[in-house]
């Protein structure tokens, strides 16, 4: 109990640094977004007009004060869910523009992360159990040379090759449709359009869970219980996969927990090639437009996702393994 | 396994009494240890690690020579814009007049200045706090270093990275390297403290402990040496990963404005549709490039782990 009491109290303290961090990042920089913003809709060589730029303060609901009562004001608008208002989507609260791009990320990446870990785990497996054969070279050299390509890159040649040379995909966006909406037309062409981008992230996304697991199942698999059980004369197959194969599979488990709270913003760099209209795309494009406040909401969701998710992981591992707790009370 | 026993002499255990026995085995030991290969020859016995370090070679020698063997200036946009490969332009032009050969050979110096500088900054930072916190194992010290690293772990490094490139306003090469190397200091940081926490109860430590020598010469004279190998393939990691965060924040426009690299090379050939143009030389030679620097930087970090773990040499 102690173990996940901590664990608990320590979740809470990384969230509250996360929070200041987010808090202070914008603070530390140079420059008035309302300034900016007067500046973007007047027109570059507009003469600032103080009062305009007064009432755009206002509106933006831009921070007043020192910073301390800037960050109390900050805390109470964040526990009350208020985050702003976007610039480049000017007047929709960010929270708005994050809920409509959060569909998109979490069901491109989520399934194909899902998928890359099953496959991986398997691949990892199998080439540690046949350590040193060719299939082990083929997959683990396989992985390393894929493993040094840019993801962005692959992502450019793929749209290249297979959506303007060939044509057989589109090369850009999630859909046609004018209005999206949940007929099998909209969802079919939705496929269609994700269908390049998951090849990219089913290429990449396996090989750290290849390498993992392979790792994990050599080290057990040199351990003296998988010796007794070959001993007692215990089959092959279910050596591999009941004895060895389940306890290598336990660090994966926690990684895939901790991997999916990286989900949101995790392929970033993807989503801004295929110009897909996830969560990526729209931080690339705050970060472009300079549009602060919902660059910093995205920017805090994923954190506060990526920390919910080592939470899970830390519980998950306190469960599964014994062990973890012992050494930690 | 194999049955025959390692040759290494075990002194008995009553040797231990005897001082005389024990400065014997010590030169034994040393002995030993003079005799086996130099982390020289252990790179350069593996296969991999030698096309690594070759590779390697040739990138650093095209970045120091790049004035003399770029025919044109990265930023000359005087000639014709997407003309053919020629003698003049052996991989053509873009499409606002570059010379795209000039382009690949200017553009070695930043991925090598960003991997180098990124690497070393985040290695120094990840080396400090790893070290002390780890040799003040259970101390507040620790606790709150400890705390930072944890922060810095679970915080998505390309958002921040981004977040943080969005605000600034200057965007200069160094300015980069800064960023990368304050956000992924903290694995590197996290593999020495636990490294140093088994380092640190040895005899050696104690020895110099008794011998009166302060925390700090303990840390870095004693115990720094003697992880080497581990310091010099967080190194490597951190300076692949400095390379693949410049491209990608350059890819996406917010890299260095004042120098050409691979990545912005990228997103002016994505910007001005060299998709839909199919101007393909364009789209692969700067990603290949990128993709064999950082595939030498992996394979000299394979022959790096043969030093450290002596059990993979048997392999390679």
């Known amino acids: ?329 | 396994m194999t049955p025959t026993q390692p040759n290494v002499p075990v002194p008995p255990s009553s040797s231990k009494d005897d001082p005389g026995l024990l400065i014997a085995a010590a030169a034994q030991i040393d002995e030993i240890e003079s005799a086996g290969p130099t982390w020289w020859q252990v790179i350069w016995s593996s296969k991999k690690a030698r096309f690594g370090v070759i590779l390697l070679a040739v990138y650093v020698l095209v970045a120091i020579f790049a004035p003399f063997i770029a025919p044109y200036r990265a930023d000359n946009l005087s000639f014709g814009p997407v003309e053919p490969t020629s003698a003049a332009h052996l991989f053509g032009t873009t499409t606002q007049g570059a010379d795209i050969l000039s382009q690949l050979i200017w553009g070695t110096r930043v991925s090598l200045i960003v991997g180098m500088f990124g690497g070393l900054f985040a290695t120094v930072v990840a080396l400090v706090i790893g070290l002390v916190s780890g040799y003040l194992e259970g101390t507040w010290v620790d606790d709150v270093l400890s705390f930072f690293m944890n922060v810095a772990l679970v915080v998505p490094a390309l958002p921040l990275i981004i977040a943080l490139m969005a605000y600034s306003e200057v965007r200069s090469i160094w300015f980069t390297i800064l960023i990368i190397g304050i956000i992924s200091w903290a694995g590197p940081a996290r593999g020495k403290r636990a490294q140093i926490i088994t380092l640190r109860n040895r005899d050696f430590v104690t020895a110099a402990k008794f011998a009166g020598d302060n925390t700090l010469t303990i840390i870095f004279r004693e115990i720094l040496p003697q992880m080497t190998s581990l310091v010099a393939a967080g190194f490597f990691g951190a300076a692949t990963g400095a390379i693949g965060a410049e491209a990608g924040l350059s890819f996406l426009g917010l890299g260095n404005t004042e120098s050409v690299s691979w990545g912005t090379m990228l997103y002016q050939a994505q910007l001005q549709g060299a998709l839909a143009q199919g101007l393909w030389i364009w789209l692969l030679l700067p990603g290949l490039v990128l993709s064999g620097l950082v595939m030498a930087l992996t394979l000299i970090n394979f022959g790096i782990d043969l030093i450290s773990n002596p059990h993979l040499r048997e392999d390679a």
């Open chain 1, 1 to 329: 109990m102690r173990y996940f009491v901590r664990r608990i109290g320590y979740f809470l303290l990384t969230l509250w640094a996360a929070v200041t961090l987010n808090f202070l990042i914008p603070r530390l920089q140079p420059g008035d977004p309302a300034e900016m913003m007067v500046k973007k809709l007047a027109g570059k060589d507009a003469l600032l007009d103080p009062a305009k730029v007064q009432a755009m303060r206002i509106m933006l609901g831009a921070p007043q004060g020192n910073l301390f009562t800037q960050y109390i004001a900050y805390i109470k608008q964040l526990l009350r869910g208020d985050l702003g208002v976007s610039y480049n989507y000017f007047p929709t609260p960010v929270t708005q523009v994050i809920m409509k791009a959060l569909p998109w990320t979490l069901t491109l990446v989520g399934v194909t992360m899902l998928l890359s870990f099953v496959v991986g785990i398997v691949l990892g497996a199998l080439a540690a159990w046949k350590r040193n054969s060719m299939f082990d070279s083929i997959v683990t050299l396989g992985s390393t040379f894929i493993g040094t390509l840019q993801a962005f890159w692959i992502a450019l040649l793929l749209v290249f090759a297979f959506g303007y040379t060939l044509g057989w995909f589109p090369t850009s966006g999630g859909y046609d449709a004018s209005q999206p909406g949940l007929n099998f037309a909209f969802l079919g062409d939705a496929v269609y359009h994700s269908i390049l981008p998951a090849t990219v992230l089913m290429l990449l996304t396996p090989i750290g869970w290849i390498l993992g697991m392979r790792n994990n199942m050599i080290m057990n698999l040199g351990e003296d219980y998988i010796r007794l059980a070959k001993a007692k004369g215990v089959p092959d197959k279910q050596v591999a996969l009941r004895y060895a194969a389940r306890n290598a599979l336990l660090p994966s488990i926690t990684g895939l927990a901790m991997a999916l709270g990286g989900i949101l913003g995790g392929q970033l760099l993807i989503e801004q090639t295929f110009d897909y209209p996830g969560l990526g795309r729209i931080m690339a494009q705050a970060a472009m437009g300079k549009d602060y406040p919902l660059l910093q909401a995205i920017l805090l969701f994923t954190i506060v996702a990526t920390l919910l998710a080592n939470l899970i992981a830390d519980m998950l591992y306190g469960i599964l393994d014994p062990r973890a707790r012992k050494a930690s009370s």
